[in-house]
């Protein structure tokens, strides 16, 4: 079995100072794995030029893609590493209002995404977007209130449900805590964090379950 992802060698540097450096690891569907560092130590670093929000210095992020197969990320153009955010990739922000659209209701916060990837048919987007909500413990009826009157709870609650509305192979998490009630059981985790707290996650989708 060919790992999911693949990160070789990735060193972050912040002109003299080390966000981090040479790190290797390969992820498998279904795998869990842990990552663990004090508060400043790199994790956040890591996952974002994970993510390519950072461009590393060096190394590469192999993401094994659906069409092409093993892709180095950061070589990508900037509209290949967009289609797979709305594919295949995810990224939860660390305080869940920085990843919705405050003045849009949490249906079209959803629908938006399902739209980006071929969705059309108004009545199929609205199903699928209370579906998911049910699945993340919030009233179908609160499908048209804007996320700005979420209680903080339902907003981390939200965000997995504007995620995991789209099929995705594997998400980056930062701040786990909140969603640790919200039992999705098609993923695998990755934990990123410190000693008394979980800041920063990486999931693994199995294309088997």
Known sequence: MNPLLSVKGLTKRYGAFVGCADISFDLYPGEVMGIVGESGSGKSTL????????????????????????????????????????????????????????????????????????????????EKTTDWLGRVEIDASRVDDRPTTFSAGCSNAYRLHAIWSRAHAWCLWMNLQAGLMFPFKRVSWIYCGGLYAIWACLLSLSPTT
């Open 47 to 126: 996952l974002n030029c994970m993510a390519g929000h950072l461009t590393p210095d060096e190394g590469q992020v192999v993401f094994d893609t659906r069409a092409d197969g093993p892709r180095d990320t950061i070589t990508m153009s900037e509209p290949e590493r967009r289609m797979l955010g709305r594919t295949d990739w995810a990224y939860v922000h660390q305080h869940a209002r920085d990843g919705l659209r405050m003045g849009v209701s949490a249906g079209g916060n959803v629908g938006e995404r399902l739209m980006a990837v071929g969705a059309r048919h108004y009545g199929q987007i609205r």
